[in-house]
């Protein structure tokens, strides 16, 4: 017969079943605290976020969405997204048949939004398990950028009007020079000729009034645009503030959650957060771009000019770079020449120089090469980037440097991009007083240089 446990044996294993069971316990309170932070991070976003499977069904979703919705969770819950948001009067836009990156209306409160669809994958592999979808209220901007369309449309009906009126001008004084000759020539029909010059005076007359009037109603009208321009800096400028902090509240929660401070995660957790945090800040550096578009185009832009070396500086921006393009399999090779030092914002031109680059890899298919060279060029110094991309096309060379400019070359590897770097860019450069350019082949690549005055 097997021997009983003894009673110190079953006292033994009642306190290791206690103490496994209380690890059990603390274990789940700690996941538990975790998951209610996170809930509590996308909670106080404005913007609505949902979290759904592969199929497209919600798995989880921020208060904004329910608030949006007039549903419970439970109810939302489970069902297609696309569904729950066009059964409350969305209507698409722009962007195809599906809600996908596309702008949508809202017709019960006649608002609009951008809605951004992002796609995760399991961490073992390539299959897409999943979608990270936001809907951002972009109402206002909305509305603002249809005044400066109709601003523009009036200018350019102004100018329109203008050139008809110095064409009409140019015509009268022509027939003003004829009429003289014809009173030289004969000078017996001089009343006969003082009619015709008289009316041509009168039309003449009438239309420096016309023009007086387009002049004066163009000076409004740019009067009017100055101020737009300036709400828009000034908005621009509030709302990127605005989300900025909560933005980097949450991707410095979530950093914190995934160290495991408040103990072990979950796969299921950790892809989760994996998600948000790069989402987080995606956002972030879009945010940081407005407020540099903002303080830029309102003239507040203070650069901190002082001697520095351009090829000490690419050399520390190049590393920065190199885990990105290593990660592609692309090779980043440096050409100096001995420069002498010059007058720029260091921190402004890395900012350049690290767009320049990230575009290069951005644009470059894997195993490729990027070329950066600096060299000395008549009285500045020139800084080249080449890649070996998909090259643009010549007629989009010249919206490069627009905002928001969309372009039909896209990232090879599923890379975001803002459509505001290039723009900052040039900004930069230009308030330096220097100059950029950009030569590009379709199917060779393209080359990005910028050039600084040497004093």
């Not at 399991?122 to 951002?136: M, N």
């Not at 008809?164 to 004084?173: G, K």
């Not at 930069?428 to 040497?454: M, R, W, Y």
Request: hydrophobic content about 40%.
């Amino acid at each position: 017969m097997k021997s009983q446990k003894t009673k110190e044996q079953l006292l033994a294993e009642l306190a290791a079943a206690t103490e496994k069971n209380e690890n059990l316990q603390a274990l789940f309170n700690q996941v538990e605290a975790a998951k209610q932070q996170w809930e509590r991070t996308v909670d106080c976003i404005d913007d609505m976020v949902l979290f759904a499977d592969s199929k497209g069904r919600l798995l989880r979703c921020n208060k904004a969405v329910m608030k949006f919705t007039g549903q419970t969770y439970d109810k939302i819950i489970g069902r297609d997204w696309q569904e729950v948001f066009l059964e409350q009067g969305i209507k698409i836009v722009s962007g195809g048949s599906g809600l996908e990156n596309t702008d949508v209306f809202h017709e019960p409160t006649g608002k609009w939004f951008t809605v951004s669809y992002f796609d995760y994958r399991d961490s073992d592999s390539d299959v897409t398990s999943g979608h990270v979808i936001t809907l951002h209220d972009t109402t206002e901007t909305k509305t603002l950028t249809e005044s400066l369309d109709i601003i523009n449309s009036t200018l350019d009906n102004d100018r329109r009007e203008m050139k008809f009126a110095l064409d009409e001008i140019s015509f009268l004084l022509r027939e003003v020079e004829n009429e003289n000759d014809l009173s030289l020539r004969f000078g017996s029909l001089g009343t006969y000729v003082s009619d015709p010059i008289y009316q041509i005076g009168e039309r003449f007359n009438s239309m420096m009034e016309m023009l007086e009037a387009a002049h004066m109603k163009l000076e409004k009208t740019n009067k009017e645009l100055a101020e737009l321009s300036l709400l828009k800096n000034k908005f621009l400028g509030i709302a990127a503030h605005d989300m900025r902090n909560p933005l980097s509240a949450i991707s410095g929660l979530i950093e914190v959650l995934l160290t495991t401070a408040f103990g072990p995660l979950t796969d299921e957790q950790k892809e989760y957060l994996t998600i948000i945090n790069t989402t987080s800040n995606e956002m972030l550096f879009l945010v940081n771009n407005l407020l540099d578009v903002s303080v830029i185009e309102s003239g507040k832009l203070e650069l901190d000019v002082q001697p520095g070396s351009i090829k000490k500086l690419l050399l520390d921006r190049i590393r920065l770079s190199l885990f990105i393009a290593e990660k592609k399999g692309i090779v980043i090779s440096y050409d100096a020449e001995d420069t002498p030092d010059i007058p720029f914002d260091s921190k402004r031109i890395a900012q350049v120089i690290d767009n320049l680059i990230g575009n290069a890899i951005k644009f470059s298919p894997s195993g490729s090469k990027i070329k950066v060279k600096s060299f000395r060029h008549d009285k500045m110094v020139s800084v080249s980037i080449s890649d070996t991309g998909a090259g643009i096309p010549d007629e989009e060379l010249s919206k490069l440097f627009n905002e928001f400019q969309p372009l039909s070359v896209k990232p090879t590897n599923n890379e975001k991009s803002t459509g505001l770097g290039l723009s900052i860019v040039k900004k930069i450069i230009d308030a330096h007083k220097g100059i950029i350019e950009v030569l590009s082949q379709v199917g060779v690549g393209s080359t990005f240089s910028f050039k600084l005055p040497l004093d």
